[in-house]
């Protein structure tokens, strides 16, 4: 066994070194970083972006490797409290509420916090810990969501470290799945299966997601498993699957219409029935005359009140702004643009593209995705992380590139106003857009 695994060694001695570094940098992230400290935030960033490309490049084929490593840079953060986001507190208040058969749809935490008889353990810490602008606020997490958030509650012992080490256990494994249906799908595609590593190592997907508790990774296991199920020709638990992913984050909502050319008429049409039924059954519990008010309420705040880490609209409100344009105005009529270009971009990829071949599909679902990104007024960084996944999928790599310039937005956590450095974002999207521009010609020029 000792020679076994000194031969070991000395076969992956370099990457073992890299590893261990890796280690020794998200250790420092969890557990040292204060997200006020950019430059520090700017340094491992880019270091770990730096060991994630030589791991991948020199250990492509070493899947368990890459397995293992990916897990164990995972569960460094399993204790630790998040400090790049403070959402965690508004998902544990969710899943106490839920945990109390109460509707996380129905009240305000501004409004609930001032009843004597709220039985929500550590209310207040909770109440305190979300901010302002999420206790004025619904909640705008679909039932899926909650239902892990009451999980967590639960089996968290009215611990807020307990809640988030629930939480955290269940992206990690939802990570794992994604790394392993990714795989079989990359290979029923014919791509290579090491792609799904640029997915699994990205530091990006290990920080905001396991480390900074966002639920993008367990609405992706249920959207790469769905795909999965497409490409065996399962497609009924597909639409069972694809509704689940729906049911944690609404994003995979934007990509339904292209599956009216991916099936036939009458195939789409049955998709479509059991991805309705599946969602409002998932739905149904939480379901009341106030609901459906609240909740698409709060949702449209994301189009005309919020904005950070703008592409498009940031160049758009600088030129407005020239003509004596009023930000928060030009921000409300924008909101109400942007979902009719939304629609038309996707009603184009669905009539004008050949999506009946999966790999066509997932390729319009990249291209219609990043199109909404670019125009949005909000992209917060760990909303790249679905590019991140369906780019592995695909000929494209511009979303890896994106995934790391995003850490540039950061910046504007170091502040206390969160007042964005337009030339670090002008940087990030410079980046993208040139690395996007470069694909496309040479795409091109080889078709």
């Known amino acids: 066994m000792p020679n076994r695994i000194i ?60 397995l293992a490593v990916g897990i164990i840079f995972r569960l460094v953060f399993l204790v630790a409290e998040p400090n790049l986001s403070q959402d965690f507190y508004r998902f544990i208040w969710d899943g106490e509420l839920v945990s109390h058969f109460m509707n996380p749809y129905l009240n305000v935490p501004n409004t609930l916090i001032d009843q004597a008889d709220l039985a929500i353990a550590n209310a207040v810490e909770l109440h305190n810990g979300m901010g302002s602008l ?35 256990g269940t992206i990690i494994l939802a990570d794992i799945g994604i790394f392993y249906f990714g795989r079989k799908l990359l290979k029923n595609i014919n791509q290579s299966p090491h792609l799904i590593c640029w997915y699994f ?26 795909l999965y199920l497409l490409s065996v020709h399962k497609w009924q638990w597909a639409a069972v699957v694809y509704a689940c992913s729906i049911s944690v984050k ?23 029935l059991i991805i309705g039924v599946t969602s409002l059954l998932l739905f149904a519990p939480f379901y009341s005359s106030e609901f459906i008010s609240n ?41 109400k643009i942007t979902p009719i270009i939304t629609i038309a ?27 909404y990104y670019l125009m949005s007024t909000t992209v917060h960084p760990w909303y790249l992380i679905f590019l991140v996944v369906l780019t592995a999928f695909t000929k494209y790599r511009f979303a890896f590139i994106w995934s790391a310039a995003v850490v540039l937005s950061y910046f504007a956590y170091s502040l206390v106003d969160f007042k964005e450095n337009l030339w670090l974002l002008a940087i990030e999207y410079l980046a993208v857009f040139t690395f996007l521009i470069y694909e496309l010609l040479a795409y091109r020029n080889k078709t």
């Open 345 to 371: 971009i996707v009603l184009l990829f669905t009539f004008l593209r050949n999506n009946q071949k999966l790999t066509v599909l997932i390729t319009s679902m990249l291209w219609v995705l990043t199109l």
């Open 250 to 272: 609404l994003v995979p909502l934007l990509f339904l219409p292209l599956f009216l050319t991916h099936f036939k008429f009458k195939k789409s049409v049955v998709f479509y």
């Open 134 to 168: 999420s206790a004025k606020h619904y909640s705008n997490y679909p039932p899926l969501n909650q239902l892990i958030f009451a999980l967590a509650a639960l089996l968290g012992g009215k611990s807020i470290l307990g809640s988030i080490v629930v939480m955290r």
């Open 201 to 226: 190592l990205n530091p990006l997907v290990i920080i905001e997601l396991t480390g900074n508790l966002h639920f993008e990774g367990v609405m992706l296991f249920f959207f790469v498993w769905a």
């Open 7 to 66: 031969t070991y060694w000395k076969l992956h001695q370099v990457s073992m070194i890299l590893a261990f570094l890796s280690l020794a940098f998200y250790f420092t992230f969890a557990y040292y970083l204060e997200r006020t400290d950019f430059i520090m935030l700017l340094t491992l960033f880019v270091a770990l972006f730096f060991l994630c490309f030589k791991l991948v490049q020199f250990e492509k084929w070493n899947f368990k490797l890459l």
């Open 295 to 335: 909740y698409s309420q709060t949702i449209g705040l994301w189009f005309s009140n919020f904005e950070f880490n703008a592409g498009i609209y940031n160049g758009i409100k600088q030129i407005a702004t020239q003509f004596d344009a009023k930000p928060w105005v030009l921000i409300k009529t924008y909101g």
